[in-house]
């Protein structure tokens, strides 16, 4: 059994991501335990729970419930039911605080058992409470000492970006020379459209960070800030042409069950394990799961 590590903000993390993912990987008799900043429980984004919040009707009494785009963008029932059932394991209402995950993990440096075997980072877009998590020092340097150690890392849609932040001991990014996957550019676009017409009054409601004057379109999107930090351009790795089941990984409408892998898109470099959206959590899960295991 290893013991995985799963920082979360303390906000607005994507249900889904983490809620599949601690699922799959305790039913394969993993254990997982928490980091939040402060060592209180964490909340999803709770948009993205219930999908409420995401049609233009939304603010009208009586219509608040009545579901158009929020069924598309938000949480499966699988995973609603996934994310209930974490939220009242030990080890989320008492997490730890990430400072004293840090701490624990550069102990275990030194130490012939470590105290976490592998880190999941699963993702989450709502600058409200992600950008913490997104852009915390400490768990940049967390994440940098285990690629150092080449014990297993996954991460999931802008769960990447704190990877590609981390550095290594030459100041790149931990993720250059690797291949790695994360929320597409058109996959965020999308959802942001969709978001700025049911959620008209939030219009920047899914991009967490937004383009300055001069920048093109797409400059601040996940894909591109991650493959600004890999060695070449061509290791983000999106689902190519001639896949298996192109549109059901490409379309946005199916996501992967825990035996049905073919709407999944996961890159797996060595150690690393990678996944574009909520989609991929259970392929994810157990790709890593295998990681693990070896």
């Known amino acids: 059994m290893a013991h995985v590590l799963m920082p979360l903000p303390s906000l607005d993390f994507d249900p889904t991501e983490a809620a599949v993912s601690w699922r799959v990987l305790s039913r394969l008799g993993?254990?997982?335990?928490?980091?939040?900043?402060?060592?209180?429980?964490?909340?999803?984004?709770?948009?993205?729970?219930?999908?409420?919040?995401?049609?233009?009707?939304?603010?009208?009494?009586?219509?608040?419930?009545?579901e158009g785009?929020?069924?598309?963008?938000?949480?499966?029932?699988?995973?609603?039911?996934?994310?209930?059932?974490?939220?009242?394991?030990?080890?989320?209402?008492?997490?730890?605080?990430?400072?004293?995950?840090?701490?624990?993990?550069?102990?275990?440096?030194?130490?012939?058992?470590?105290?976490?075997?592998?880190?999941?980072?699963?993702?989450?877009?709502?600058?409200?409470?992600?950008?913490?998590?997104?852009?915390?020092?400490?768990?940049?340097?967390?994440?940098?000492?285990?690629?150092?150690?080449?014990?297993?890392?996954?991460?999931?849609?802008?769960?990447?970006?704190?990877?590609?932040?981390?550095?290594?001991?030459?100041?790149?990014?931990?993720?250059?020379?690797r291949r790695t996957t994360a929320l597409t550019w058109r996959q965020e676009r999308t959802a942001d459209r969709l978001a700025r017409i049911g959620r008209f009054w939030d219009p920047h409601y899914y991009r967490t960070y937004l383009e300055a004057p001069g920048q093109p379109p797409g400059y601040m999107s996940v894909q591109q800030e991650v493959t600004r930090a890999l060695q070449r351009p061509e290791h983000f790795i999106d689902v190519p042409a001639d896949a298996p089941h192109h549109l059901r990984k490409t379309l946005g409408l199916a996501r992967d069950t825990v035996d049905d892998e073919r709407p999944a898109w996961v890159v797996c470099d060595g150690c690393y394990v990678s996944a574009r959206w909520p989609g991929d959590a259970h392929t994810f899960a157990k790709t890593f799961a295998r990681l693990l295991s070896r």
């Open 30 to 66: 993993h254990r997982v335990s928490f980091a939040t900043p402060d060592g209180q429980p964490a909340a999803a984004d709770p948009i993205m729970l219930s999908g409420r919040g995401l049609d233009p009707w939304s603010r009208v009494p009586g219509f608040g419930r009545l």
């Open 69 to 177: 785009f929020g069924l598309i963008l938000r949480a499966n029932a699988e995973a609603r039911a996934a994310y209930a059932q974490m939220a009242q394991a030990a080890p989320f209402v008492a997490p730890l605080s990430w400072q004293q995950a840090h701490a624990q993990a550069q102990a275990q440096s030194h130490a012939q058992s470590p105290t976490f075997d592998g880190i999941l980072l699963p993702g989450g877009h709502r600058a409200r409470g992600m950008r913490a998590y997104l852009q915390s020092e400490l768990l940049q340097a967390l994440v940098a000492g285990f690629f150092a150690a080449d014990r297993p890392v996954a991460a999931i849609c802008h769960g990447v970006l704190v990877a590609a932040r981390s550095r290594d001991a030459a100041g790149r990014s931990v993720l250059y020379g």
